[in-house]
């Protein structure tokens, strides 16, 4: 596959042309590509470009800051369409502006935000966070396709009419299922699933996939290697590890540890040197009111965090033309100085937070014996040549760790090749591919069972039901095991159980009642025997519809009451993709389509 910055797109002929659109939706910037293919494309035959022009930039970025603004002002006020986005937003670097609400997308992480926001961001309410995503997502999506249909040369009307547009979205992968299932839906609100469903895949993943598909020869890495991934971006740092289990004809990984992650972004870095700047100057009227600050971040941000590699003799300045020699405050000749050092401090919190997850990432690896040969940096922050040394030290010189191709964009570039390869079947799907994963709960289900004195705990609750008129309790059913290895062609089912009178069903136009179960999950590590909220949590509720099998294939049984009634066992097979789940009914070996998920 190529890769490049043309602002003129090539013109596929022949086969279902489609437009294929990845983006990267990161907590402080994002990213999008894209590529024309069709389905009768050779694979490497696609090119790649990334947008790199926004509006109120001169210059080319292969990011946009992930703000907004409404009103023109960065007040709190959400009607209607946002004023400002991206760099629109950087005019006034204290005017509040709307950051970071991606990560309200996980419950989890609500409690902890409040404290680590930054200084200009505005803290939405939970039921804004939806709005901002999805008008987030929507401004980023207009412009896209307005630099993509440019790209066209003004032909666009003509080779463009009828092309159906799909689109990928990343998500972080240890996000839990109910924020990958609202990322989707914000996705599909901003117009992103106009043709098809909008894709999801986890952001490591995506950089895994681009690294294999770039770097496997330059990093010598063969079956049986394994790799972590370290995405390093500006809020978080995500995790995961891989073992090549082929690569030819096609390389395919599987997950040799589960994901982890945390808030150690290099925006926290920014947060330092901020909270730093503003002590040393307290008091000092001109640093403030005549922008001084502003400069100093904008350097910082531009300049100095990028470029420190660790050396403490080497220092660094701010402009501060006007202001007068106060050598106690380090201004001299028009510039603050920035000891090598100082920047030192800065970093080292950060630093010791990401390397904790390093470890824990290879410690896991371990556990299910593998050994880890190479750690790829990914993301932004991830381009540090700090931040790579000291994780070298860290893992020693048995393990090789490399910044990866493409840094920055490696991860909206590794989507869009797994967003291609889902499209192309058979013997032309391209070069990489994800074939197992490992669940990070326990997966189960509440069930009703002939209760057992033997078994059971008498005090929990029963009830009198069913054809065969005796007492019930309520167990839970685990059918996904924490730590368990996964594939997409292999989904897991498990087992359920209904019954009905036939009378009751007469009395309903001959309509079966739509049987409605939760799926729970449980992240300890010994399994629950009943369901229990302090040691469950409910992820979603399943609603299948029986009225979907032939009557003709269920079973009939007189039951103790003398009445006939309707045994119906069937399955509900769960599928883990990337970032996603579904359901399906199955009775007797056959499939009856999707079962409805809403997310609790």
């Given at each position: 596959m190529?890769s490049?910055?043309s ?5 596929p002929?022949?086969?279902d042309?489609?437009?294929?659109v990845?983006v990267d ?11 024309q293919t069709?389905?009768n494309a ?6 790649t470009t990334?947008?790199?022009e ?6 080319t ?10 009103n023109g002002?960065?007040?709190?006020a959400?009607?209607?369409?946002p004023s400002n986005w ?10 509040p502006?709307y950051?970071w ?5 996980d419950p989890k992480?609500r409690?902890m935000?409040?404290e ?7 803290h939405?309410k ?8 999805t008008?987030y997502?929507?401004?980023?999506r ?7 249909k440019?790209?066209f040369?003004g032909?666009?009307?003509r080779?463009?009419r009828?092309?159906?547009w ?11 299922e ?13 117009g992103?699933?106009s043709?098809?469903?909008v894709?999801?895949?986890?952001e490591?993943e ?7 598909n770039?770097?496997?020869q330059e ?5 049986g290697d394994?790799f ?5 971006g500006g809020?978080?740092v995500d ?7 082929s690569?030819k004809?096609?390389?395919?990984l599987?997950?040799?540890?589960a994901g982890n992650?945390g808030?150690c972004?290099?925006t926290?870095?920014?947060r330092?040197f901020?909270d730093?700047?503003r002590r040393?100057?307290?008091g000092?009227?001109k640093w ?14 531009s300049?100095?965090k990028?470029s ?6 080497k220092?660094?300045f701010i ?5 007068p020699d106060?050598p ?6 028009g510039?603050?100085?920035?000891p ?12 010791s937070d990401i ?5 824990s990432?290879?410690?896991e690896?371990?556990k ?8 790829l ?10 931040l790579?040394?000291r994780?070298q030290?860290?893992v020693?010189e048995?393990v090789k760790?490399e910044?990866?191709?493409?840094c920055?964009?490696?991860?909206v570039r590794g ?5 291609l390869?889902?499209?192309l079947?058979?013997?032309?799907r ?8 490992i669940?990070?709960k ?11 004195p ?5 005090t ?7 054809v065969e008129g005796?007492e ?6 685990w ?8 594939k ?14 036939e009378?009751d ?5 001959g309509?079966?009642?739509l049987v409605?179960?939760?799926?729970f ?5 010994a399994q629950?025997k ?8 409910q992820?979603?509720?399943?609603t299948?519809d029986l009225?979907?099998?032939?009557r003709e ?6 039951g103790?009451?003398n009445?006939?009634?309707?045994k119906?066992p069937?399955?509900?097979e769960?599928?883990?993709h ?8 199955i009775?007797e ?5 999707s079962?409805?998920?809403?997310y609790?």
């Amino acid at each position: 596959m190529s890769s490049g910055s043309s602002r003129v797109a090539p013109r596929p002929t022949g086969g279902d042309r489609k437009i294929l659109v990845a983006v990267d939706f990161g907590t402080t910037y994002s990213a999008v590509a894209w590529m024309q293919t069709r389905t009768n494309a050779q694979p490497g035959s696609q090119r790649t470009t990334v947008v790199d022009e926004w509006p109120d930039k001169h210059d080319t970025q292969d990011k946009v800051p992930t703000t907004l603004q409404y009103n023109g002002k960065g007040g709190e006020a959400l009607e209607g369409s946002p004023s400002n986005w991206g760099f629109q937003t950087e005019e006034d670097y204290q005017e509040p502006k709307y950051q970071w609400f991606k990560l309200e997308l996980d419950p989890k992480l609500r409690n902890m935000l409040a404290e680590k926001y930054p200084k200009t961001a505005i803290h939405p309410k939970p039921e804004h966070v939806e709005k901002l995503v999805t008008d987030y997502l929507r401004v980023l999506r207009e412009h896209a396709e307005s630099k993509i249909k440019a790209s066209f040369a003004g032909l666009e009307d003509r080779l463009l009419r009828r092309v159906p547009w799909e689109y990928i979205i990343t998500v972080p992968a240890v996000w839990p299922e109910i924020a990958q299932n609202t990322t989707r839906r914000c996705a599909a609100n901003a117009g992103m699933a106009s043709s098809s469903p909008v894709q999801i895949i986890t952001e490591p993943e995506a950089a895994g996939i681009y690294a294999l598909n770039h770097m496997a020869q330059e990093i010598n890495l063969t079956v049986g290697d394994t790799f972590v991934i370290c995405d390093a971006g500006g809020g978080t740092v995500d995790l995961i590890s891989y073992t090549i289990t082929s690569l030819k004809p096609v390389t395919r990984l599987e997950e040799s540890a589960a994901g982890n992650g945390g808030l150690c972004g290099s925006t926290f870095l920014d947060r330092y040197f901020d909270d730093w700047l503003r002590r040393r100057f307290s008091g000092f009227f001109k640093w403030e009111e005549d922008g001084y600050h502003a400069d100093a971040l904008a350097r910082w941000e531009s300049e100095i965090k990028r470029s420190f590699n660790g050396d403490t003799s080497k220092r660094f300045f701010i402009p501060a033309r006007g202001l007068p020699d106060t050598p106690d405050l380090g201004i001299r000749g028009g510039k603050v100085e920035v000891p090598g050092k100082k920047v030192k401090e800065l970093f080292d919190p950060v630093i010791s937070d990401i390397l904790r997850l390093v470890n824990s990432q290879i410690d896991e690896t371990i556990k299910n014996e593998k050994t880890v040969k190479a750690v790829l940096l990914a993301g932004g922050f991830g381009r540090n040549e700090y931040l790579k040394r000291r994780i070298q030290e860290e893992v020693g010189e048995a393990v090789k760790v490399e910044k990866m191709k493409d840094c920055n964009t490696a991860i909206v570039r590794g989507a869009l090749i797994r967003g291609l390869a889902s499209k192309l079947a058979g013997p032309r799907r391209p070069t990489i591919w994800v074939e197992s994963r490992i669940t990070r709960k326990h997966y189960g289900t509440a069930v009703w069972t002939i209760y057992d004195p033997a078994k059971h705990d008498p005090t929990r609750p029963k009830i009198a039901a069913g054809v065969e008129g005796s007492e019930r309790i309520e167990i839970m059913q685990w059918f996904l095991k924490k730590g368990a290895k996964i594939k997409e062609s292999e989904p897991a089912s498990f087992k359920y159980y209904y019954d009905m009178s036939e009378r009751d069903a007469n009395q309903q136009d001959g309509k079966l009642d739509l049987v409605t179960l939760t799926v729970f999950t449980c992240d300890e590590e010994a399994q629950p025997k009943y369901p229990d909220t302090r040691k469950c949590s409910q992820l979603v509720k399943l609603t299948a519809d029986l009225n979907k099998i032939p009557r003709e294939a269920m079973r009939k049984e007189k039951g103790a009451d003398n009445q006939w009634y309707y045994k119906i066992p069937f399955q509900i097979e769960m599928t883990c993709h990337s970032a996603d789940i579904s359901f399906d009914l199955i009775h007797e070996g056959t499939k009856y389509g999707s079962v409805k998920a809403v997310y609790m």
